[in-house]
T-cell receptor, first 114, second 111 residues
Framework: DSGVTQTPKHLITATGQRVTLRCSPR?????VYWYQQSLDQGLQFLIQ???????AKGNILERFSAQQFPDLHSELNLSSLELGDSALYFC?????????????FGPGTRLTVT | GQQLNQSPQSMFIQEGEDVSMNCTSS?????WLWYKQDPGEGPVLLIA?????ELTSNGRLTAQFGITRKDSFLNISASIPSDVGIYFC???????????FGQGTTLQVKP
């Protein structure tokens, strides 16, 4: 158990809908990262938050957004869902913001868009 | 964009054998990390490397950060059935927390 929690574990929804994925980092960690894992693209970085502020951005679609709250939990919002958004979404956390901090991953949310 | 080339793509070995896999990049990386992922689970951190030339062990696992900072390898000695899974290399190429991942090596161990 990494100490990172994610809910829900599974999510099935229809195209055009909007969903929210939730992540709680390990106790004491200030950075939260979101990654998408699909069969054809592998593990891809989406976005990083550090202590409530956006720190780094990857190839995150404009339909996707995230935020980190004062209690440090984070939410990833996916809207106008398309079939191609079906994937595993992982949250990771680390103690700090930069390259010297190890990232620990949660169990993931499996999103299926039908 | 930046990519990590991980090889081999898959391995099927006999229990007790040693395993070696590696990652290469065309650009310099500041860190190298190795993760293992079981089906339906999140990646689990195995080893983190922070200095060029660094050699680090974690039980039967040994990993090295290449001198050129463009490669890393992971060795597993005396493999056991629970070593089955997908192994990913990952690294930071800049100063942000963004990790770039390799495509993964699928390891199967025959008892």
């Amino acid at each position: 158990d990494s100490g990172v929690t994610q809910t829900p574990k599974h999510l099935i929804t229809a195209t055009g809908q909007r969903v929210t994925l939730r992540c709680s980092p390990r106790s004491g960690d200030l950075s939260v990262y979101w990654y998408q894992q699909s069969l054809d693209q592998g593990l891809q970085f989406l976005i990083q938050y550090y202590n409530g502020e956006e720190r780094a951005k990857g190839n995150i679609l404009e339909r996707f957004s995230a935020q980190q709250f004062p209690d440090l939990h984070s939410e990833l919002n996916l809207s106008s869902l398309e079939l191609g958004d079906s994937a595993l979404y992982f949250c990771a956390s680390s103690g700090g913001a930069g390259v010297d901090y190890e990232q620990y991953f949660g169990p993931g949310t499996r999103l299926t868009v039908t | 964009g930046q990519q990590l080339n991980q090889s081999p793509q898959s391995m099927f070995i006999q229990e007790g054998e040693d395993v070696s896999m590696n990652c290469t990049s065309s650009s310099i990386f500041n860190t190298w990390l190795w993760y293992k992922q079981d089906p339906g689970e999140g990646p689990v951190l195995l080893i983190a490397l922070y200095k060029a030339g660094e050699l680090t062990s974690n039980g039967r696992l040994t990993a090295q950060f290449g001198i050129t900072r463009k490669d890393s390898f992971l060795n597993i000695s005396a493999s056991i059935p629970s070593d089955v899974g997908i192994y990913f290399c990952a690294g930071h190429s800049g100063n942000t927390g963004k990790l770039i991942f390799g495509q993964g090596t699928t390891l199967q161990v025959k008892p």
